[in-house]
């Protein structure tokens, strides 16, 4: 576990479920409640735009902040930990919805949250991130960053993906089926649980390889590989697509090369030092028998 400490609590830098203006008056209300702990929030400018403020510009927004603050669901985090990832900021997440396994802070917990993170009652957890890059002779390669997974999946319902997978320089499987998922270990609670993949604890650094709906006579387990390990993946004869937590997708044709390992840099996750994993788990799964 991680015994980071922010160096300052004054300035949070707040982004919006997008499309969603009706979160005004709960942003509002937790606004409020970060301002009565001397706590200055600051706005995004496309969230402020979208509920009538006034904010600030992604970039200064993350230079000007000591943490930031994500509110709505997952996947407003996900992408305001991509996006912000250069900036090294932890980020928390207070969910507008049910309970996220990321954005975990119920509208209820804000309060207590808050108290103590001024105590200094709380913890940044270091997550492995996934750096990659799509080469081509077309066109320079595509970096990216992600957080969950890298999924490679076939452009229309009726086609088949054939994907070839080598780690370290050595082929050693193509993979004929629905698709592809190279999963971190916080993102095996999303696509790769679904695809029968394992759940492996966040703070683990490692790839879960699993494919979706193999079309193979041999049941294609999920593979997991270290972290510091190098994946490259190819289509031999066909385009695919890949998609990058499940927000971005690029093109792949059969002479493009994709290549992923660990970022030597994680994401920092701001939690509840109280905040158990499991429990979230048992939650979110129905796990367990009810007592």
């Known amino acids: 576990m991680s015994s980071e400490k922010l160096a300052k609590v004054e300035r949070a830098g707040f982004i919006l479920k997008p499309d969603s203006p009706e979160i005004r008056d709960l942003y509002l209300q937790i606004k ?6 001397g706590i200055r929030v600051l706005l995004g400018d496309h ?10 510009a992604f970039e200064a927004l993350c230079e000007a902040s000591d943490f930031l603050v ?15 990832y250069h900036f090294g900021k932890p980020v928390v997440g207070i969910n507008a919805g049910t309970l996220g ?9 804000v309060d207590v949250f808050l108290d ?20 081509s002779k077309a066109h320079p390669p595509k970096s990216f960053f992600a957080l969950n997974d890298v999924v490679i999946t076939r452009p229309v319902i009726s ?11 050595e082929w050693f499987n193509t993979y004929r089926g629905d698709g592809l998922i190279i999963s971190t270990p916080t993102g095996s609670t999303a696509y790769n649980l679904a695809a029968g993949g394992p759940v492996i604890y966040p703070l683990t650094q490692a790839f879960i390889m699993t494919a979706v709906s193999a079309h193979s006579l041999t049941n294609q387990r999920p593979l997991v590989v270290p972290a510091d390990f190098t994946i490259e993946l190819s289509s031999p004869s066909e385009k695919v697509i890949a998609v990058i ?7 792949m044709h059969p002479e493009d090369l994709l290549t992923i390992r660990g970022a030597k840099i994680g994401a920092k996750l701001l939690h509840r030092k ?9 939650e979110k799964l129905s796990w367990g028998d009810t007592h």
Do not use: C, P
């Open 32 to 37: 409020t409640s970060f301002e009565e702990r």
């Open 47 to 56: 969230s402020a735009k979208m509920i009538g403020e006034e904010g600030l």
């Open 70 to 84: 994500s509110l709505g669901g997952d996947g407003t985090l996900l992408s305001l930990v991509r996006r912000s």
């Open 101 to 109: 396994f990321l954005a975990d802070i119920t509208i209820e917990d």
């Open 116 to 135: 103590q993170l001024i105590q200094g009652e709380y913890r940044i957890d270091n997550r492995m991130m996934m750096e990659g890059a799509i080469h």
């Open 159 to 169: 086609k088949m993906v054939k994907v070839n997978a080598s780690i370290e320089g």
């Open 245 to 251: 937590d499940g927000q971005d997708d690029y093109e």
């Open 274 to 282: 109280e905040r158990n994993y499991f429990s979230v788990l048992r």
